[in-house]
Structure formats: structure tokens, C-alpha cells
DNA sequence: CGTCAGGTTGACGCGGGTCAAAATGAGTGG
DNA sequence: CCACTCATTTTGACCCGCGTCAACCTGACG
């Protein structure tokens, strides 16, 4: 089931088989683990980085008054958080959404491979760089975007990560999150999110039902999202 | 001037002296830069990353209609866009707040850098993943906090960072930026913050006036934003 | 003294929150 | 197959935080 991670990380740059094996050799152990469970908690020393082979994660953050703000969503193929690498600790929680799989890779493990191969440390620094742009563009979502194109802008990036590892179909894609959820990724209560899914599914612009997304008018909601897809780093590219 | 940065660098992991002369070879060259100058501009090809050596820039990305949400402040010392390194392009634009000096380290440079000094190339992305962490937190006030809160967060913020590189006193700190500067960064209109404002200088949690903030009760500005400075990772750590 | 950017204040409107209740639907046990 | 439970979705009524619009004030600078 690696084999998500190795075609996310080719999609964008080329691997020689010495980097591909090295990368085959840094998950110790797999799990299984049922959803709505937090794997890792805010604060917790780490010793291994959590590889998302299927499934669906978030990265969230409690508040005092018990809102939580969901600050990344994490598709299969994802290192969920190779920045605990380098920091030992998380600043957030890390949480199952829907029953997932995970590889754990241990932190010496990752540093040996990347030492032998730096260039794997680059791509995996890159990737972290990518999670920070998304962090970046949600941010914009928050501050800036009506409630409905923070929607939008969501299920348009979502289509695109899981399109990434084909596990999104030209016209929608399976999201088996709950509207509550969807409203701690929006910073929304989950009463306006039904009432902004509703909207959107009267214009013709998109679905969410029942766990999937149906793309009624994709370009028209691209549109009401002012949506660009630069961050997402789609492009080849040397590094 | 780059004493700054390395004082932000050991102030968290201890450096060595043949680490500390290759972060000195870094900078090729020095610029002074007006203030609210557009430095770089999303999506344009990057061959160096700026090191921050005096001055306040920011991290912007705008809007279909005209508005903008200021992702980051970056502070003296800071890379502002060690990103660059691996992303080449940036999904974002910087431009300086107030007058400011950078230092232009060629990419080539890094990474020469980081090949000989393998722990180098984990303490500045140990950097990047700061500035990740920074993000979600903003994501939080964004998503989640009143705007009071949101304002009362950021100079709480502000104030450690800045203290780190001997910028900021136990009451306060120069932020030599505009109300409407101070909205692109909280998601408010300038109207509402000035409003915001007045409110937290009448409760004699903080004032804000001519580009200082000078705290009255900061434990009680502390509560009121739900500050907690996990996310800035100030402990010194392993690495 | 004029100009202009930025700060301040008031009146008013709207997007999204709050509260409450009903509808739906996926189990689960009899 | 039905009865029951419990999470989730849906809808309506009402409210409030923040945006909008507009005017005026302040201070730096020429």
C-alpha cells in the first residue's frame, strides 16, 4: 500500500530505485486504526513520523471553550507528519476521520535515509513546504472567503490531492466526513454548513451527500471559490 | 546583522563553530529595501532564499477582488523564505512593512551547506516547519477566535518572537505597522480594528497607538486570546 | 497653511451564530 | 419485520459580531 506514497512523491519528482528502496525501507510497522480515533496528541514526544496508507486523517487544534479547529486534512500517500522529525513534538492532535491504515517510520530510520540519499531529504522537506502552503491558502479561506467559497475552495482542493493518488473520479470523490466536520475544517458552525451545502447543491455547483462530492459545474465553482491550484505544486519540478 | 539570526538559531539548538561559519558564507549580498515594497511576487522563479536581517516583512497572498490576508510576519532573523529551497517558486507574495535589510543566500549556497552539514539542513527545516506551526495557530485565530482574541494573540506572538532577538521589552514592543496592515493580518476590516483596539486599551489589556504595543495586564491578554506558546517551540531540543 | 495618509466614530445592514425542534437514517435488539 | 436508539441532517426564528458607508479628526510633512 505504499505504493500511493511512492506515486505522490513521482507524481512530482522523478525517484532513482536506490531512493525508491530507501523509501520502501522506512516503515517499521503498520496498523489499523478505527475512526474518529486520535493517534497523536498535542505535546507527545515522537519517535517516528505516521505515514497515511488509507484512509482519511486531520491535523486539529482544541480550544479552551471545546471548538476544535481542523487545520489540514491528509489523504492517502501522505507523510501525515514528517514535521515531527524535526520539531519531536506537535504543536496540534492528529486524528482518524475514517478507519485508516498507517505506516510507522522511525525517526532514525528517516534520518538514515536521508543522509545516504539527501536528495529524499529534500523531497520530504518539500513536502512538509507543501503542507505549510496549504496551511497558507486555508488561511486565506478563513480570513477572506465567504462561507460557501471556503466550501468550494475545500472540495476543489480535496478533488485534487485524491485525484493525485486515483482516488478521485473526474466528476466527484468519495469525503466520508460528517457536516459537523466539514464545519471545524471551515471554521463554520455545522448548522451554516447545511445551509451553505444546500445552496450550493441548488445552484448546480457541487453535491455533498451522503459522503461524496458531486461536481455539478466545476468550472463555475472554481469561480465562486477563486480557486487557483499554484499551491498545490502540481508541476514537475527539479529539486 | 547576522548576528540576529544566529542568536534565533542557538537561542533553540546549540551550534558549532564549522556550522556556524558555513551560516555566515550564506549571504552572497545585502539589500536595503523601502518600506511597503513588494520583494517578491507569487509564482516568480527563485534561485535565492532572503534572509531577514533587520526591518518586518510579511507574507501576503490576494484576492480576486482586490483584498489581501497577510499570511506571516517574518521578524529579524527569520529566513523568510527558506521555502524557496525546495519549492522554487513560492505560492505567495513578500513584501517589506517597514524599511528593511535582506540578505540574499543563493540557493546553491544551501545546499552545499547542508550537504556538509547535514544537521544544518535539519535546523532550517526545523525553521520552515516553525513557520508551518505558526500558520495552523493563525489558522486557529482565523477560524475560531473573536476578533478581539485574534488581535490579543498576535501581539502575544509577536512579542515572544521579537524577544528572542532582543526586540521587545517585558512591557511591550515597537510594530511600526497600520491598523489596515494590522486587519490584513487578523481577516478584519481596518474599521473593525480599530474598534477592537480601543476596546482592548479601555479594559487595559494592551494599547496599540503610533507603532508600539504596550501591554497593561498580559496575563490577562494571555486569557483572553487562549495563548499558549506550545507553537512556537522555544525550548531548546535536540535535533 | 494645504494636503494626504491614517485613525476615529456613528448609523445601519448582513452573514453567520444560537437555540430549538423536527426529520432522516443507520444500526441493534426483540 | 418492527421498535427503539442515537448520530446526523435539516429547517425556522431570532440575534449579534463584524462589514459597509460616510463623515470627521489628527498629525506629519511640504
Redesign the interface.
Known amino acids: 500500500m505504499i505504493e500511493r506514497h511512492l506515486a505522490r512523491l513521482r507524481a512530482r519528482h522523478p525517484l532513482s530505485d536506490a531512493e525508491e528502496e530507501a523509501v520502501r525501507g522506512l516503515v517499521e510497522e503498520t496498523r489499523v486504526v478505527g475512526p474518529r480515533t486520535t493517534i497523536i496528541r ?2 507527545e514526544r515522537l519517535a517516528h513520523s505516521t505515514l497515511l496508507l488509507d484512509g482519511l486523517l486531520c ?1 486539529y ?1 482544541d ?3 471545546g ?3 481542523i ?2 486534512l491528509n489523504v492517502p500517500g501522505d507523510f501525515a507528519d514528517m ?1 515531527s ?4 513534538t506537535l ?2 492532535s492528529m486524528a482518524t476521520l475514517t478507519e485508516s491504515v498507517v505506516g510507522l517510520a522511525p525517526h532514525d530510520r528517516i534520518r538514515d535515509a ?2 545516504r540519499h ?1 536528495r529524499l ?2 523531497l520530504y ?2 513536502g ?6 496549504i ?6 479561506s ?4 465567504s462561507a460557501t467559497a471556503r466550501a468550494a475552495a475545500l472540495f476543489c482542493e480535496m478533488h485534487l490531492r485524491l485525484g493525485l493518488v486515483g482516488l478521485a473520479e473526474p466528476g466527484g470523490f468519495a469525503l466520508p466526513i460528517t457536516q459537523n466536520e466539514l464545519g471545524e475544517c ?2 463554520l458552525t455545522p448548522v451554516h454548513v447545511n445551509r451553505i451545502l444546500r445552496q450550493l447543491r441548488e445552484d448546480g455547483l457541487v453535491s455533498f451527500r451522503s459522503g461524496r462530492v458531486e461536481f455539478g459545474d466545476l468550472a463555475r465553482l472554481r469561480t465562486c471559490a ?1 480557486f487557483s491550484d ?2 498545490l ?1 502540481l508541476e514537475p ?3
Open positions: 498535542e505535546g491535523r487544534k480550544l479552551r471553550d471548538k476544535r479547529q487545520t489540514e514535521h522529525f524535526t520539531l519531536k504543536d496540534h536521508i543522509e539527501p531529504g529534500r522537506w518539500f512538509t513546504n507543501l503542507d505549510a502552503a496551511h497558507r491558502e486555508w488561511e486565506v478563513l480570513g477572506q472567503r471551515l471554521g477563486d499554484d499551491y505544486y519540478d527539479d529539486i
